[in-house]
């Protein structure tokens, strides 16, 4: 028996192994270590016998292990108490399932373990079967009954809990054409997180899937993995990077025993193997989905056949009735067309009757219909897509970029990305009068129902356009009819109103007398030209009488009777001869004054040619008399002018024929008048300067006028004279001056001769050379320098330190100090008394310069040297004398100050510097420019150029700015003025400076106070610019609903009509009442009643509550994108004031994109908070952020959308009035960034003393 239980021992597929405990000094059992095992445990333990053995159970278990096994384990030992325990762990990537039985013997305790993995993955198989059976089963249920609007959701939502079954992260339906050349994703599931693919996969053309097509056609689903496909299967790893997958099952839609598409299942991340029974039950999937696609298609076509009927029928109505029909064949066949064929553009052509041009007559984009469209295109770009064999036939392009071919470059009108047309000539009578165009931007958009629609409309279409030919005809044959009887009409009219107009506005006097000369009517200029009122010149007769001999003008009268000769029998003669009457005369008025007027006259005729009056208009030509005597007496000087003058004038054209000339001219160059204008201009110039003068000067002369040219023009002797001579050129003619500057020239040839001799003088006159050779310190006079030092010639060796002997002792440190100081530059300068060998002590000006070598070591030192002792005596009078004036020149407000010359040095400056410019006088002298420091910087240019002007000996007056000590700025007024010696050389400069503050104050606040009244003016002027755009564009709205309103009150069944122009009331009173609380808001900002009432709110709450009521249900279906970043905490603001802000700033987001803006709120740690609105938009121009927040501004490429300008302005001040900062980041054409920074905490007294504030944790 023993034996026995050893082999089953031994050869037992169960586990089975013995523990032993492990107790420690207390006695207690702590662990178990293995007594015995059979070879089925040691397999299951992953180890070997000689290992496991001895071997405590803790060292196989997992860390946290102990509680699920090694405690039961002693609980058995210590109760006795058999255990059962499960056991579940991964080997290989596969799941291992364990039971463990535990039991105590004697003193150790029996583990027995059945591996039921096998068993586990059976069931797991059979649930999962039963899982996606019972999907299937509430899919196939639903199927069944599923209605055409719940289609859309239920395919998808089935495709979710299948692919979610499966473990795929996307799937999609996938359907082929009715002619299988292209296919397109209908319908499409991802998973969270998964990027959709669907608008990626539409009209894909056949090579893109026809790899697995044969698969597919057999029924059979196709099963792949990228890392199985090799360089061998290049279509297959396309199609897998194109839709980014790792692998896909595909299951074949099937339809009448056609495939016409499939199902695909797909994971992103990584590579899955399909388990079998998933797959045969996808192919069930495939097949309900399949036969519901199947269904709902058939139920499709019936509708549709139906509406086919339905609109036919209408169209045939409206055809057989459309002069009594509400809507025109036309618009009804249109509306039918896209609702049958939802494409994106439909249009109507119609061809001109030359058939060079094909003019819309209607057209419907994007479901919009426009009866009146205003396109027009060269027929020939339609014609050339009609077969030429069967012009008659509908074209149908799929694909157009397949073809080649493009509609928006070729037509600026139709700027939309076409990829697929349908094209159908519209005939009547065996002519080609129209064509219907339809256009998609979806490649293989139209099915053969559109075509079949469409061509079966071409019949109607084309009786429609023929009807509105005939019916354009009659309206023009009969427009033409109305307005030639309206011209005729108008004629008339006008007749009759100029005639009227004439008399009562006209500026000249009109008067008609009957044949006698009587008055019988006169207009109101009359009575300001003659003084006498109308009523009193009707009656009176026109007589006229010779003048006096000096005026002889005749002399028009108007008498009650009278003698003399009536005007009328002078305007028979002349209508006899000439047919009017016209001459000057003089008009006596009714207070005797004498007016110079112009007579016009002509008779009055009727039908049959009787003259029956006359009619006289008289014009006042005072004022042309006086400007007559103006521009004659103006003529007269100026011709005295050009005649008399002394310099050289004439008058030419722009080819330099000389036209008049005036004696200075003649006397000059020696010609007569005559002579000089048979000579063109370029022939006087010297042959060796023509072709200059007529390149450079003459030929562009009438653009650009010559200013001081010298030329050497010949006279009639032959001689040449030098003449400078100017010219310009006005309405191609040219007026030009010159002067003979022969003299001038010689004199200033002459006086640089002198200046060469003046120079040579000037260097010999008084002064010595002398040289130092430093290396030798030897020096090298020349005579005159050994004269002024008092040295014999005869001493022809002479040192530095013999020329140091003769300097006087007490200016011996002042010189050596200034040598020290220039034999660090480049030249030397110095003044110092020497005593002469015969004890006489003379003033000596050294200058020369430093020869440096390569190194830049001193050399050699050259020079001058001049006698300056009476220059120096005759300075120290004068600094005697101005001693003397100090006494004056303390006592004024005045700063004043005096330079000497030579050198350059500060001899004076008053007490006045100290009071106003805070800065002592020693300081003035120490640095004649240590003044600067206290110039305000900005002025330090107009200082500096003024201190150059003054060095150079030049007069100058300034104002500058200078800074006290406080940091406020004082206005300085300063004036120099320089003093010369009876030779005018300079010898003194002098300044005088005093403080102007309260005058500069005064001009200020005149200056602000102007800018002022410009900016109000500008504001009011754009304010009434805004506010009448804004507010008349509601209010026209407004008008015009109310007038369709009224008309539909007479319509029955109108209420729709009458409820959606009162929607369209609303609305606009809405944007009205926005306009106007934005301007009443910026009102109440400027006078500083705004009220910010800060309390803490929570800033997410707030941006929701504005998201939901403002933003949420857009007819455009888009929304913003909310995100929160940081820890939420409390803010204390305004609630009111905020929402407004993020208002505004959203709808700017909105109005100026077409993506979803994005809204922002970050908690910063630094206690503040930042809320940021982000959109794609158009963005705003550079140059024109800086203008933004100016009330209302729009940008430039804001003009298409509505706005007032205001919206950022109130923004603005409302942050600031929580202490934040409001900025604007933007790109035009990319988009724009608001940022709105804001404290965190309340300002001081924003709570009472009962309120605390405390931060906490936001949901």
């Given at each position: 028996?023993?034996q026995?239980?050893?082999v089953w021992?031994?050869?037992?597929s169960?586990?089975?192994a013995?523990?032993?405990p492990?107790?420690n000094?207390?006695?207690?059992?702590?662990?178990?270590?293995?007594?015995?095992?059979?070879?089925?445990f040691?397999?299951?333990?992953?180890?070997?016998?000689?290992e496991?053995?001895?071997?405590?159970?803790?060292?196989?278990?997992q860390?946290?292990q102990?509680?699920?096994?090694?405690d039961?384990?002693?609980?058995v030992?210590?109760?006795?108490?058999?255990?059962?325990?499960?056991n579940?762990?991964?080997?290989h990537?596969?799941?291992?399932?364990?039971?463990?039985?535990?039991?105590?013997t004697?003193?150790?305790?029996?583990?027995?373990?059945?591996?039921?993995?096998?068993q586990?993955r059976?069931e797991h198989?059979?649930?999962r079967?039963l899982?996606?059976?019972?999907?299937?089963?509430?899919v196939s249920?639903?199927?069944i009954t599923?209605?055409?609007?719940?289609?859309?959701?239920?395919?998808?939502e089935a495709?979710?809990?299948?692919?979610?079954?499966i473990?795929?992260q996307?799937?999609?339906?996938?359907?082929?054409?009715?002619?299988?050349?292209a296919g397109?994703c209908?319908y499409?599931?991802?998973?969270p997180?998964?990027?959709p693919?669907?608008?990626?996969?539409?009209?894909?053309?056949k090579?893109?899937?026809?790899?697995?097509?044969?698969?597919l056609?057999?029924?059979?689903?196709?099963?792949?993995?990228?890392?199985e496909l090799?360089?061998?299967?290049p279509r297959?790893?396309?199609?897998?990077?194109?839709?980014?997958v790792k692998s896909?099952?595909?299951v074949?839609?099937?339809?009448?025993g056609?495939?016409?598409?499939?199902i695909g299942?797909?994971?992103i991340?990584?590579p899955?193997?399909?388990?079998q029974n998933?797959?045969?039950?996808?192919?069930?999937?495939?097949?309900l989905?399949a036969n519901v696609?199947?269904?709902l298609?058939?139920e499709?076509?019936?509708r549709?056949?139906s509406?086919?009927l339905?609109?036919?029928?209408?169209?045939?109505?409206?055809?057989?009735?459309?002069r009594?029909?509400?809507?025109?064949?036309l618009q009804?066949?249109?509306q039918?067309?896209?609702?049958?064929?939802?494409?994106?553009?439909?249009?109507v052509?119609q061809?001109?009757?030359?058939?060079?041009?094909?003019?819309a007559?209607c057209?419907a984009?994007?479901g919009?219909l426009?009866?009146?469209p205003t396109?027009?295109?060269?027929?020939?770009f339609?014609?050339?897509?009609?077969?030429?064999d069967?012009?008659?036939v509908?074209?149908?392009?799929?694909?157009l970029q397949q073809?080649?071919?493009?509609?928006?470059?070729?037509?600026?009108?139709f700027?939309?990305?076409?990829?697929?047309?349908?094209i159908?000539?519209?005939?009547?009578?065996?002519?080609?009068?129209?064509?219907?165009?339809?256009?998609?931007?979806?490649?293989?958009?139209f099915s053969?129902d559109d075509?079949?629609?469409?061509?079966?409309l071409?019949?109607?279409?084309?009786?429609?356009?023929?009807?509105?030919?005939?019916?354009?005809?009659?309206?023009?044959?009969?427009?033409q009819?109305e307005?030639q009887v309206?011209?005729r009409?108008?004629e008339?009219?006008?007749?009759?109103t100029?005639?009227?107009a004439?008399l009562?506005?006209?500026?000249q006097a009109i008067i008609?007398t009957?044949?006698?000369?009587?008055i019988?009517?006169?207009?109101?200029?009359?009575?300001?030209?003659?003084?006498?009122?109308?009523?009193?010149?009707?009656g009176r007769?026109?007589?006229?009488?010779p003048?006096p001999?000096?005026n002889?003008?005749?002399v028009?009268?108007?008498?009650?009777n009278?003698?003399g000769?009536?005007l009328?029998d002078?305007f028979?003669?002349?209508?006899?001869?000439?047919?009017?009457?016209?001459c000057e005369?003089v008009?006596l008025?009714k207070?005797?004054?004498?007016?110079?007027?112009?007579?016009?006259?002509s008779?009055?005729?009727?039908?049959?040619?009787?003259?029956?009056?006359?009619v006289?208009?008289?014009t006042?030509?005072?004022?042309?008399?006086?400007?007559?005597?103006?521009l004659q007496r103006?003529?007269?000087?100026l011709?005295?002018?050009?005649?008399?003058?002394?310099d050289m004038?004439?008058?030419?054209d722009?080819r330099g024929?000389?036209?008049?000339?005036?004696?200075?001219f003649?006397e000059?160059?020696?010609?007569?008048?005559?002579e000089?204008?048979s000579?063109?201009?370029?022939?006087?110039?010297h042959?060796d300067?023509?072709?200059f003068v007529y390149?450079?000067?003459l030929v562009?002369i009438?653009?650009?006028?010559?200013?001081n040219?010298?030329?050497r023009?010949?006279?009639?002797?032959?001689h040449?004279?030098?003449?400078?001579?100017n010219a310009?050129?006005?309405?191609?003619?040219?007026?030009?001056?010159?002067?003979?500057?022969?003299?001038?020239?010689e004199?200033e040839m002459?006086?640089?001769g002198?200046?060469e001799?003046?120079?040579?003088?000037?260097?010999?006159?008084?002064?010595g050379?002398?040289?130092?050779?430093v290396?030798?310190n030897r020096?090298?006079w020349?005579?005159?320098?050994?004269?002024i030092?008092?040295?014999?010639?005869?001493?022809t060796t002479?040192?530095?330190?013999?020329?140091?002997?003769?300097?006087h002792?007490?200016?011996l440190?002042?010189?050596?100090a200034?040598?020290?100081?220039?034999?660090?530059?480049?030249t030397i300068?110095?003044?110092?008394?020497?005593?002469?060998?015969?004890?006489e002590l003379?003033?000596?000006?050294v200058n020369g310069?430093?020869?440096?070598n390569?190194?830049?070591?001193?050399?050699?030192?050259?020079?001058?040297?001049?006698?300056?002792?009476?220059q120096?005596?005759a300075?120290e009078?004068?600094r005697?004398?101005?001693?003397?004036f100090?006494?004056i020149?303390e006592?004024?407000?005045e700063?004043f100050?005096?330079h000497s010359?030579?050198p350059?040095?500060l001899?004076?400056?008053?007490?006045?510097?100290?009071?106003?410019?805070?800065?002592?006088?020693?300081?003035l002298?120490n640095d004649?420019f240590?003044?600067?420091?206290?110039?305000?910087?900005?002025?330090?240019?107009i200082?500096?150029?003024?201190?150059?002007?003054?060095?150079s000996?030049?007069?100058?007056?300034?104002?500058c700015?200078?800074?006290n000590?406080?940091?406020?700025?004082?206005?300085?007024s300063?004036r120099?003025f320089?003093?010369r010696?009876?030779?005018?050389?300079?010898?003194?400069q002098?300044?005088?400076?005093?403080?102007i503050?309260?005058?500069?104050?005064?001009?200020?606040?005149?200056q602000?106070?102007?800018?002022?009244?410009?900016?109000?003016n500008?504001?009011k002027s754009?304010f009434?610019s805004?506010?009448?755009?804004e507010?008349?564009?509601p209010?026209a709205?407004i008008?015009s609903?109310?007038?369709?309103?009224?008309?539909?009150l007479?319509?029955p069944d109108?209420?729709?009509?009458?409820?959606k122009?009162?929607?369209?009331?609303?609305?606009?009173?809405l944007?009205?009442?926005?306009?106007?609380t934005d301007?009443?808001t910026?009102?109440?900002i400027?006078?500083?009643?705004?009220?910010?009432?800060?309390?803490?709110?929570?800033?997410?709450l707030v941006?929701?509550?504005v998201i939901?009521?403002?933003?949420?249900q857009r007819?455009?279906?888009?929304s913003?994108d909310?995100?929160?970043?940081g820890?939420?905490?409390p803010v204390?603001?305004d609630?009111k004031?905020?929402?407004?802000?993020?208002?505004?700033v959203l709808?700017?987001?909105?109005?100026?994109?077409?993506?979803?803006?994005?809204?922002?709120?970050?908690?910063?740690d630094?206690k503040h908070?930042?809320?940021?609105v982000t959109?794609?938009?158009?963005g705003?121009?550079?140059?024109?952020l800086s203008m933004?927040?100016?009330?209302?501004?729009?940008?430039?490429?804001?003009n298409g959308?509505?706005?007032?300008?205001?919206g950022?302005v109130i923004?603005?001040q409302?942050?600031?009035?929580?202490?934040?900062?409001l900025?604007i980041?933007?790109?035009?054409k990319?988009?724009?960034?608001c940022t709105i920074?804001?404290?965190?905490?309340?300002?001081e007294?924003?709570f009472g003393a009962?309120?605390?504030?405390?931060?906490?944790t936001?949901?």
């Amino acid at each position: 028996m023993d034996q026995l239980l050893q082999v089953w021992f031994n050869t037992s597929s169960q586990g089975v192994a013995f523990l032993e405990p492990i107790r420690n000094n207390q006695k207690n059992v702590v662990d178990f270590r293995y007594k015995l095992a059979n070879p089925a445990f040691v397999t299951i333990c992953q180890t070997s016998l000689n290992e496991l053995i001895d071997l405590p159970v803790s060292k196989l278990l997992q860390p946290g292990q102990e509680a699920l096994f090694l405690d039961p384990i002693i609980a058995v030992f210590q109760t006795g108490q058999p255990q059962q325990l499960s056991n579940q762990y991964w080997l290989h990537g596969e799941p291992v399932w364990h039971d463990i039985t535990l039991s105590r013997t004697d003193q150790l305790v029996m583990v027995t373990v059945q591996d039921i993995s096998e068993q586990k993955r059976s069931e797991h198989r059979l649930q999962r079967h039963l899982a996606i059976a019972s999907i299937l089963s509430a899919v196939s249920s639903r199927f069944i009954t599923l209605q055409a609007n719940e289609v859309d959701s239920c395919i998808v939502e089935a495709l979710g809990q299948v692919s979610n079954h499966i473990g795929a992260q996307r799937a999609s339906v996938f359907t082929y054409t009715s002619d299988y050349e292209a296919g397109r994703c209908i319908y499409e599931w991802c998973a969270p997180g998964i990027e959709p693919r669907k608008e990626r996969v539409q009209a894909r053309p056949k090579e893109c899937f026809d790899w697995m097509q044969p698969q597919l056609e057999k029924g059979e689903t196709v099963c792949l993995r990228i890392d199985e496909l090799g360089p061998e299967h290049p279509r297959e790893r396309a199609f897998f990077s194109f839709i980014a997958v790792k692998s896909m099952v595909a299951v074949p839609l099937v339809q009448q025993g056609k495939t016409q598409g499939f199902i695909g299942f797909y994971t992103i991340d990584e590579p899955y193997t399909w388990a079998q029974n998933d797959v045969a039950l996808l192919a069930t999937f495939g097949t309900l989905v399949a036969n519901v696609l199947y269904r709902l298609q058939q139920e499709a076509a019936i509708r549709r056949v139906s509406q086919r009927l339905e609109g036919l029928h209408a169209i045939d109505h409206a055809l057989l009735s459309y002069r009594m029909a509400d809507q025109s064949p036309l618009q009804i066949a249109m509306q039918y067309l896209h609702f049958m064929v939802a494409c994106s553009q439909i249009t109507v052509f119609q061809m001109e009757a030359d058939l060079e041009w094909a003019v819309a007559k209607c057209q419907a984009i994007d479901g919009a219909l426009n009866m009146t469209p205003t396109v027009r295109i060269p027929a020939a770009f339609l014609q050339q897509w009609f077969e030429q064999d069967q012009p008659k036939v509908a074209v149908y392009h799929p694909d157009l970029q397949q073809l080649g071919a493009a509609i928006s470059p070729a037509l600026p009108d139709f700027p939309g990305d076409f990829q697929s047309q349908v094209i159908i000539p519209l005939y009547s009578q065996a002519k080609c009068i129209g064509v219907l165009w339809l256009l998609s931007t979806d490649a293989y958009f139209f099915s053969e129902d559109d075509r079949q629609v469409a061509q079966e409309l071409a019949g109607p279409l084309a009786i429609v356009l023929h009807q509105q030919q005939l019916d354009e005809q009659i309206k023009r044959h009969t427009e033409q009819l109305e307005q030639q009887v309206e011209e005729r009409t108008q004629e008339v009219r006008q007749l009759s109103t100029l005639h009227q107009a004439i008399l009562r506005h006209a500026g000249q006097a009109i008067i008609s007398t009957d044949i006698h000369g009587v008055i019988q009517t006169a207009n109101q200029a009359c009575e300001l030209l003659l003084g006498y009122r109308i009523d009193e010149l009707i009656g009176r007769t026109v007589y006229l009488q010779p003048g006096p001999p000096t005026n002889p003008l005749p002399v028009v009268t108007y008498r009650m009777n009278g003698r003399g000769r009536p005007l009328t029998d002078f305007f028979a003669e002349s209508l006899a001869t000439q047919g009017y009457f016209y001459c000057e005369c003089v008009t006596l008025t009714k207070t005797g004054q004498r007016t110079p007027i112009l007579l016009a006259a002509s008779a009055l005729q009727a039908n049959d040619g009787t003259i029956i009056g006359y009619v006289g208009l008289s014009t006042d030509i005072s004022a042309l008399k006086t400007a007559e005597i103006n521009l004659q007496r103006k003529n007269q000087e100026l011709n005295t002018f050009f005649h008399g003058a002394l310099d050289m004038h004439c008058i030419s054209d722009s080819r330099g024929n000389i036209s008049d000339v005036n004696q200075a001219f003649q006397e000059t160059l020696g010609y007569a008048a005559d002579e000089l204008k048979s000579i063109p201009f370029l022939q006087l110039i010297h042959p060796d300067e023509q072709k200059f003068v007529y390149a450079n000067l003459l030929v562009p002369i009438l653009q650009k006028p010559v200013r001081n040219q010298i030329n050497r023009m010949r006279r009639k002797d032959g001689h040449y004279r030098i003449i400078e001579w100017n010219a310009i050129g006005i309405n191609h003619v040219v007026y030009g001056s010159a002067r003979d500057i022969t003299q001038r020239q010689e004199v200033e040839m002459q006086l640089r001769g002198l200046n060469e001799r003046l120079k040579l003088a000037t260097q010999a006159a008084g002064q010595g050379i002398w040289e130092v050779d430093v290396q030798t310190n030897r020096l090298f006079w020349d005579e005159r320098a050994y004269e002024i030092y008092g040295i014999p010639t005869s001493q022809t060796t002479v040192y530095f330190d013999d020329y140091l002997r003769l300097i006087h002792p007490d200016d011996l440190a002042a010189f050596w100090a200034q040598y020290n100081r220039d034999i660090e530059g480049d030249t030397i300068t110095n003044v110092a008394r020497i005593i002469r060998p015969d004890g006489e002590l003379r003033y000596i000006k050294v200058n020369g310069n430093l020869i440096r070598n390569k190194r830049g070591d001193v050399v050699r030192h050259i020079g001058v040297i001049w006698d300056v002792t009476e220059q120096v005596l005759a300075e120290e009078a004068l600094r005697e004398s101005e001693q003397r004036f100090r006494e004056i020149a303390e006592n004024v407000d005045e700063i004043f100050w005096i330079h000497s010359v030579e050198p350059f040095q500060l001899l004076y400056i008053n007490p006045t510097y100290e009071r106003v410019w805070h800065r002592s006088c020693q300081s003035l002298y120490n640095d004649t420019f240590s003044f600067l420091p206290g110039v305000y910087e900005e002025d330090m240019p107009i200082v500096g150029k003024a201190i150059t002007q003054y060095l150079s000996g030049k007069e100058s007056q300034i104002q500058c700015r200078r800074k006290n000590a406080d940091g406020s700025l004082s206005w300085v007024s300063v004036r120099t003025f320089i003093i010369r010696n009876e030779a005018g050389k300079p010898i003194r400069q002098i300044g005088i400076a005093n403080d102007i503050t309260d005058q500069k104050e005064k001009e200020l606040l005149l200056q602000q106070a102007l800018v002022q009244e410009q900016q109000l003016n500008h504001l009011k002027s754009q304010f009434v610019s805004t506010a009448s755009h804004e507010f008349r564009t509601p209010l026209a709205t407004i008008q015009s609903s109310v007038d369709l309103i009224k008309l539909y009150l007479n319509v029955p069944d109108a209420s729709a009509s009458i409820q959606k122009h009162l929607g369209v009331i609303e609305k606009e009173i809405l944007q009205f009442s926005g306009l106007l609380t934005d301007m009443l808001t910026i009102s109440r900002i400027e006078a500083g009643k705004i009220q910010v009432n800060p309390k803490l709110i929570d800033p997410i709450l707030v941006a929701q509550n504005v998201i939901n009521t403002h933003f949420s249900q857009r007819s455009d279906h888009r929304s913003v994108d909310f995100t929160v970043e940081g820890t939420p905490y409390p803010v204390c603001l305004d609630e009111k004031l905020m929402s407004h802000v993020i208002v505004n700033v959203l709808s700017n987001a909105f109005k100026f994109s077409k993506t979803n803006p994005t809204l922002r709120l970050s908690f910063q740690d630094d206690k503040h908070l930042l809320i940021q609105v982000t959109d794609t938009g158009i963005g705003i121009p550079t140059n024109e952020l800086s203008m933004l927040f100016q009330a209302f501004f729009r940008a430039s490429n804001a003009n298409g959308v509505s706005g007032t300008g205001l919206g950022l302005v109130i923004s603005r001040q409302f942050v600031e009035l929580h202490g934040g900062q409001l900025t604007i980041q933007s790109e035009e054409k990319k988009g724009t960034c608001c940022t709105i920074t804001l404290p965190v905490d309340a300002p001081e007294g924003a709570f009472g003393a009962d309120e605390v504030i405390t931060h906490r944790t936001l949901s």
